[in-house]
Every structure is written in structure tokens, then in C-alpha cells.
């Protein structure tokens, strides 16, 4: 060991009350001392010298060099904490749609050399970029995400499908990255992230091979974040708590707006059958008037009333086309404004879940299997008292401790990050406002429209109906006058 790294221990070690800053410091350097310990002998070997530096044991160890704050430190604002509480999000839903609008737009399919593919044109907003991605793409950078913030909320791909992709599924399938695309692009931590611009902007035709080399040159937040090791600090004493009434209330919202979604693509779709029924029932109409089978000869005393008829028949067909032109641009409006965005704040909220599972199953679980294999290891040094055998399973016990400060570090980390992850829901949360706008909108401007379709068409009903001395009049509406009995 070196003596200025053993000096600062000592120094610390000896001083009877310590500052916040010197335990922390002093809790930073034990881990670190213990590892470099443990891997010492072999790191010395990679790097042949007879006096092995800490620095160059760790590197030679494959270990990333941990960021320790020197106790003489000129600058002592530096191991302060930051004005105010880190964990606190102030950004609205304003501002994190205003963070950048992507657009997904499928372009020509391409033949390969056993199937086709198709491309994507992906064009940022923010970066005023415009690029061609393909789904393969698309996996790398999210594996890349996952990779570098495993502990955020990294929306799920939709799925691949190789055989058999038809034209709906292709759409559906761009919808969907075209949501998580634009989730991505807005959440704070991976908008200012550089694999996200190395996505958007980069033209070149090797972009996988960009994205792991920018994720996997650096470690995860965890390793990178100056706040990681003291997440716990920041934390509420009931986050645990929190967390359980957090989870449960974003699972009720996420089975409601389930719901919601699933009645929204019920009626955007009845407005689009509907469109074609009246498209057929107009054409039903212009076929019976252009029908040229001539009248029996029982039947001509009614040869000019079945003429008129005919030609207004056949006149019906335009104002019933322009009512299934309004009922479809009324379901497809639905579904963009509506259904889309259900969609894109479900799966925002399905992330969140997979998020909470990712916590459990991952952090603490493995915290906790950590702590169960130290307590074994502990456990065999008491019963076995050969002395080679004993330093070996001290050594280990030492290493193992060591994993599971870092995995403690981690666990609190992840819950601090799960912290700012469920305010980001809940700062998504009026969006809600927003559907239910577009929504009612969509019902009162496709209502009017085709209410004025109607209202120009009942004149021209005038002469399909007999009246008196061999005049035509449309039949009275029930609030022209009262029914006999």
C-alpha cells in the first residue's frame, strides 16, 4: 500500500469525533482497502512490481477505480451536500413534452436476401435529425438502457415478429416504438444521456456497434451518479412504506386506464364500422336507382313514380359517402388522440411495474443472497480450524462483506431512484386532462359535422315520398304534431 493512502486511514481512524464527510470517507476507503487486500497478490503478478500502488491493483483487478473525496480537499463546499433535496422532481408535464417530439414513419419495405425487412425513419425535434432505423435497432438500444439504468424506468419493446408480419401488425408496431421512442426521449436522466443523441442523430450504418461501445465504456448510474453512495441519506424513513402504497396505488391507476383504453378502441372502431356501413349503404342506394330492369307491363301504370325514384335514389349515394368520410376521420381521430395516448401513459405505467419487479427481484434479492452466503461463510470459519483454511475463508469473508456493502449501496440507490420514478408518474398524471379533452372534442366536431351532412340531405328526401293529387311530401317528424291514438 502506498503510505499517503494508509496515512489518510490512520489519520481517520484516530480521530475520536469524525464530520459526516470523514465517516463517509472513512467508510469509502475501508471497503476499498479491503478489496485491494483480497486482490492484491494477483493484480501485483499482472502488473510485475515489487511495490503494487492501490490504483494499479484495482485496474489490474478489472474493477473501476471508486471516486474517494482527499481529506485535504481546498474546496470543502465539494463534500457537502447539495443545496436542497436531490430526490425532489420539479419538472411538469409542459415541460417534459416540450423535451423533444419524435416521429416514426415507416419507408419502403426492402428485400433481403431471404426476407424482407422494414426500415424506420426516425426524426428528433430536439436534435433536428433524421435518420433510418431498423427493429434490431431499436433492441440494441434498449438492451443499451437497461444496461446503463437498470434501476429507471426503461419502457418495453413491442414484440418481434419474424413470419407472417401483415400490414396491422407492422402499423401497431410502429405505433408502439414510436411511444417508446418519445417516453424515452422526455424522461430527464436518458434525455441528456449520449447513447439517446447517438440514436437519434448518428447516420451511420454501424449504430449497434456505436451504442454498445458508448454504454459499455462507462459503468451503470450506480457507478457514475456522485450521489449513489449517499442515496440513503436523501431517503424518507418510511420508504419502504411509500413505496408498498405507491406501488399499489400506480397498479389501480394502471387497471383503470386498462379499462378506459379498451372501451376508447371500442368506439373509435365502432366509428370506423360505422363509416363502412354507411359507405355501403349509400352505394346500396346508388345501385338501386341505376338498376335498368324494365317495369311489367301490369306495373306501368307506376312507371314515372319508379323513375323518380331512381334518380333520387341514385343522387343519395354522394351525401351517404360524405357521411362515411366524417365517421371515419371521427374514429381515426380517436384513435390517434385518444387510444394512442391511453396507450403511450399505459405503457409509462407498465414500466413502472416492471420496474418495482426488477427491484425485488433483482437489488434486494440478491442483497439478501449475499447476506446468506456471509453468514454461511461465517459460520464454517467458527467450525473449521485448520489455519491455511482459515485465512482462505477469511479472505472470502472479507470479499464477501465487501459485496454487500456495495449491494446496500445499490438497494438504497434503487429506492432513491424509484423515488423521483414514481413523482415522474405522477407528474404524467394530467395527461389525463388532455384525453378526456381530445375525446370530447372528437365527439362534438364529428357530431356537428355529420349532423350538417344530415340536415343537407333531408331536403332531398322531398321527392321519394307520395303524397295527395299525386304530390310528393316527406313524411312529418313526431314533433310536428301529436300521434292519434
Keep these: 500500500m502506498c503510505s499517503g493512502w494508509g496515512n489518510s486511514v490512520l489519520v481517520l481512524f484516530f480521530v475520536p469525533e469524525k464530520s459526516e464527510v470523514q465517516k463517509e470517507m472513512f467508510a469509502i476507503l475501508c471497503a476499498w482497502v479491503g478489496r485491494c487486500w483480497m486482490q492484491l497478490p494477483r493484480a501485483?503478478?499482472?502488473?510485475?512490481?515489487?511495490?503494487?500502488?492501490?490504483?494499479?491493483?484495482?485496474?489490474?483487478?478489472?474493477?473501476?477505480?471508486?471516486?474517494?473525496?482527499?481529506?485535504?480537499d481546498p474546496n470543502p463546499s465539494r463534500m457537502q451536500m447539495p443545496q436542497g433535496n436531490p430526490l425532489l422532481l420539479s419538472c411538469t408535464l409542459q415541460?417534459?413534452?416540450?423535451?423533444?417530439?419524435?416521429?416514426?414513419?415507416?419507408?419502403?419495405?426492402?428485400?433481403?436476401?431471404?426476407?424482407?425487412?422494414?426500415e424506420y425513419e426516425v426524426s428528433s425535434q430536439r436534435f433536428k435529425s433524421s435518420v433510418y432505423r431498423r427493429?434490431?435497432?431499436?433492441?440494441?438500444?434498449?438492451?443499451?438502457?437497461?444496461?446503463?439504468?437498470?434501476?429507471?424506468?426503461?419502457p418495453a419493446l413491442p414484440p418481434k415478429r419474424v413470419l407472417g408480419a401483415d400490414r396491422e401488425?407492422?402499423?401497431?408496431?410502429?405505433?408502439?416504438?414510436?411511444?417508446?421512442?418519445?417516453?424515452?426521449?422526455?424522461?430527464?436522466?436518458?434525455?441528456?444521456?449520449?447513447?439517446?443523441?447517438l440514436f437519434l442523430s448518428f447516420s451511420g450504418s454501424d449504430v449497434q456497434n456505436k451504442l454498445k461501445e458508448a454504454a459499455q465504456c462507462v459503468g451503470d448510474e450506480f457507478m457514475n451518479c456522485k450521489l449513489a453512495t449517499r442515496a440513503k441519506d436523501f431517503l424518507?424513513?418510511?420508504?419502504?412504506?411509500?413505496?408498498?402504497?405507491?406501488?399499489?396505488?400506480?397498479?389501480?391507476?394502471?387497471n383503470s386506464f386498462y379499462k378506459l383504453r379498451d372501451r376508447a378502441e371500442r368506439i373509435a372502431s365502432r366509428a370506423i364500422d360505422n363509416a363502412a356501413d354507411l359507405l355501403i349503404f349509400g352505394k346500396e342506394l346508388s345501385a338501386l336507382g341505376s338498376d335498368t330492369t324494365p317495369l311489367p307491363s301490369w306495373a306501368a301504370l307506376h312507371l314515372s313514380t319508379w323513375g323518380s325514384l331512381k334518380q333520387a335514389l341514385k343522387g343519395l349515394s354522394v351525401e351517404f359517402a360524405l357521411l362515411a368520410d366524417k365517421a371515419a376521420q371521427q374514429g381515426k381521430q380517436e384513435e390517434n388522440d385518444v387510444v394512442e395516448k391511453l396507450n403511450l401513459f399505459l405503457d409509462l405505467l407498465q414500466s413502472y411495474k416492471d420496474l418495482c419487479e426488477r427491484h425485488e427481484?433483482?437489488?434486494?434479492?440478491?442483497?439478501?443472497?449475499?447476506?446468506?452466503?456471509?453468514?454461511?461463510?461465517?459460520?464454517?470459519?467458527?467450525?473449521?480450524?485448520?489455519?491455511?483454511?482459515?485465512?482462505?475463508l477469511e479472505s472470502r469473508i472479507l470479499e464477501q462483506e465487501s459485496v454487500?456493502?456495495?449491494?446496500?449501496?445499490?438497494?438504497?440507490?434503487?429506492?432513491?431512484?424509484?423515488?423521483?420514478?414514481?413523482?415522474?408518474i405522477h407528474a404524467y398524471l394530467p395527461l389525463t386532462s388532455h384525453i378526456l379533452g381530445a375525446f370530447v372534442n372528437s365527439q362534438i366536431q364529428g357530431h356537428k359535422e355529420m349532423s350538417k351532412v344530415w340536415d343537407d340531405l333531408k331536403p332531398k328526401l322531398s321527392c321519394l315520398f307520395a303524397g295527395p293529387h299525386s304530390a310528393l311530401t316527406p313524411p312529418r317528424s313526431p314533433q310536428d304534431g301529436v300521434c292519434p291514438h
Design 135 to 154: 427493429y434490431n435497432d431499436f433492441v440494441v438500444f434498449h438492451e443499451m438502457l437497461l444496461h446503463k439504468f437498470p434501476y429507471r424506468m426503461v
Design 236 to 254: 424518507p424513513s418510511d420508504i419502504q412504506t411509500q413505496f408498498a402504497v405507491s406501488r399499489e396505488l400506480i397498479r389501480n391507476i394502471y
Design 169 to 197: 401488425f407492422i402499423e401497431g408496431r410502429r405505433r408502439a416504438l414510436k411511444r417508446f421512442i418519445n417516453l424515452v426521449a422526455r424522461h430527464p436522466p436518458f434525455s441528456e444521456d449520449t447513447i439517446l443523441k
Design 361 to 392: 427481484k433483482g437489488v434486494l434479492h440478491k442483497h439478501q443472497r449475499a447476506l446468506h452466503k456471509d453468514g454461511l461463510m461465517k459460520r464454517q470459519a467458527v467450525l473449521n480450524r485448520e489455519p491455511e483454511s482459515v485465512e482462505q
Design 95 to 118: 415541460e417534459l413534452l416540450a423535451r423533444d417530439t419524435v416521429q416514426v414513419e415507416l419507408i419502403p419495405e426492402k428485400k433481403g436476401l431471404f426476407l424482407k425487412h422494414v
Design 404 to 424: 454487500i456493502q456495495t449491494m446496500e449501496l445499490r438497494n438504497y440507490f434503487s429506492l432513491y431512484c424509484l423515488h423521483q420514478e414514481t413523482q415522474l
Design 44 to 72: 501485483c503478478g499482472a502488473v510485475r512490481s515489487p511495490r503494487c500502488r492501490p490504483h494499479t491493483a484495482w485496474e489490474a483487478a478489472g474493477s473501476p477505480v471508486p471516486q474517494v473525496i482527499d481529506r485535504r
